[in-house]
């Protein structure tokens, strides 16, 4: 116990010596004493060792609080919310990048990962999810009964945090994560813990598809099972020079095709490390146990290629891997965008990436990505068949696939930050300008991937945003979650 005694003394606080941080400590302690990590203490330092990039792992919140139970999450917040400068931030698996999404400063950080629970319902038609199990745990525990769900694409990324955001991964014909969600256990500003499903609250029910950590804290996901074996796939890697073209070509046939084979997907990164150069890594995946199938052949025949490491796999292999390529513990930079599928905008974004990299090439130990996925039509209309989400996603111009591009920035040292994060958001516009300029432009931003300078839940759309204040009012009158609860991606006003 590290506290100020004198926080645990009615009338101290707000007295210097006992900060609104060790107040709000002293207070949870009172309530759940052997939930609560101090600074040195094994648990606190495992929860900050545990964030993915080092920005979130250097903020060090005035005590971590590890819950055990959706009545432990429930005693915290009903402490929180009657004490309204008590700041408190919400972690599950820790991967958004940014400082402060999901840990606090001078604050009280609840970390869910010891909610870790699952369970099959209705037969194996529904698993239970607690929001602390990470993607490959899920995977493997479904993999034994020849199930899966719709998650992300590597094995350490948290359920809690993608399902929140929406969540995008492999399965073309399940939309995005969220919209195979059936029911939640929320615990909302009051302490309640709430079953929200599509008849109970269906209101709450659909801002959670998309709205983060807006209405609550989240202690359970149920979502549909589907049927999986092995699947085929495997990351393919070539110079960019002699490759460009056959690359961009094949991925906006594969995206835009009006036959497009729901149990295909690829995603294709353009990256840069010193040491090589600009190359691609394609990520051709196909959800049944078929080599190299006619849909992702556009991929497999470009030629000249340096690896590949496609093969039949396992969803919990693929996901493994993907999860080796982004270790923990560097400083991170994320943003996201979309635009219409279309050639010339593909060659637009490469220029605008290649133009980037003469601003980042001598900062230390850098790795330059750009990811692009498809969204085709088939997905969209999946994710609009289970649906029921606040994700808002539009098409622009209608009809047409839309192409997600997100980054990936890496480095090692603070005093690169600025030169990192300028030569980013200066890519960013650059894609952006190219795009408006081409008419292919789509104003959505996907929250998972989001930069902090950027406002996804406004790119969901005014109605949306709307609904989603009311809802945020009529679940949280005294906006506990707006005002308390200040990391990661809030309501707009
Ligand atoms: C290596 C890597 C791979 C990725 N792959 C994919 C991918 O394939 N598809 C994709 O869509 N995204 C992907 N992402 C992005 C990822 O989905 C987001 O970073 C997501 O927020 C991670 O969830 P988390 O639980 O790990 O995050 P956290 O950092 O713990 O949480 C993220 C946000 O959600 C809030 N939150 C978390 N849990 C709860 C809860 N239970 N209740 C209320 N609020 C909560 C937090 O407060 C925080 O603001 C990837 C990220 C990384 C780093």
Not at 51 to 70: A, D, M, N, Y
Not at 303 to 313: E, K, V
Not at 345 to 369: E, R
Not at 372 to 395: D, R, V
């Amino acid at each position: 116990m590290k506290i100020l005694v004198a926080c645990l003394l009615p009338g101290f606080y707000p007295a210097l010596v006992c900060t609104a941080g060790n107040f709000c400590c002293a207070q949870l302690e009172k309530v759940l004493p052997d939930k609560l990590h101090y600074p040195g203490d094994q648990v606190y330092n495992a929860s900050l060792s545990s964030f993915w990039s080092e920005q979130e792992q250097s903020v060090t919140p005035i005590c971590v609080l590890r819950p055990v139970s959706g009545r432990d999450v429930s005693e915290i917040i009903r402490t929180l919310a009657t004490a309204p400068k008590c700041r408190f931030a919400v972690k599950s698996g820790g991967h958004m990048a940014q400082a402060g999404a999901a840990n606090i400063e001078d604050g009280v950080t609840i970390d869910l990962s010891a909610l870790a629970q699952f369970s099959f319902e209705q037969g194996r038609s529904r698993v239970t999810l607690g929001p602390g199990l990470r993607w490959g745990e899920v995977y493997n525990k479904l993999a034994a009964y020849g199930l899966a769900v719709p998650g992300g694409r590597s094995s350490d990324v948290g359920v809690g945090g993608y399902l929140l955001g929406g969540g995008l991964g492999y399965f073309i014909p399940y939309g995005f994560g969220c919209d195979n969600i059936v029911a939640y256990k929320v615990v909302v500003a009051s302490g309640a813990i709430q079953n929200v499903d599509a008849v109970t609250h269906p209101e709450l029910f659909r801002a959670l598809k998309g709205g983060s950590n807006n209405f609550g804290i989240v202690v359970s996901f149920t979502l549909r099972t589907f049927p999986l074996g092995r699947v085929w796939g495997g990351n393919m890697v070539y110079l960019a020079a002699p490759t460009v073209d056959q690359q961009l070509k094949a991925f906006s046939d594969f995206t835009g095709n009006t036959h497009y084979d729901v149990h295909a997907t690829v995603q294709m990164s353009i990256s840069f490390a010193p040491s090589v150069g600009i190359i691609f890594v394609d990520q051709p995946f196909y959800a049944l146990p078929r080599i190299n199938p006619p849909a992702l052949r556009s991929f497999t025949r470009i030629r000249p290629r340096l690896q590949d490491q496609t093969s039949l796999t396992t969803l919990t292999a693929f996901a493994n891997a993907s999860g080796q390529l982004s270790p923990l513990g560097f400083r991170q930079m994320t943003w996201s965008l979309s635009v219409a599928n279309d050639l010339e905008t593909l060659h637009a974004l490469f220029i605008a990436f290649n133009n980037s990299i003469p601003s980042i090439a001598s900062v230390a130990g850098i790795a330059w990505s750009i990811t692009l996925e498809p969204l085709p039509t088939a997905f969209l209309l999946s994710s609009a068949k289970f649906g029921g989400n606040s994700l808002g996603l539009p098409i622009r111009p209608r009809g047409k696939a839309l192409v997600l591009c997100d980054s990936s920035f890496t480095w090692i040292n603070e005093n690169d930050t600025a030169t990192v994060r300028n030569a980013g958001l200066k890519l960013l516009d650059d894609i952006i300008r190219s795009a408006r300029q081409l008419g292919t432009y789509n104003d959505w931003v996907d929250l998972n991937h989001a930069d902090y300078s950027q406002d996804p839940i406004s790119s969901y759309g005014r109605a949306n945003g709307a609904f989603m204040r009311y809802v945020s009012r009529r679940y949280d009158p005294g906006q506990t979650f707006q005002k308390q609860l200040p990391g990661g991606f809030k309501l707009p006003a």
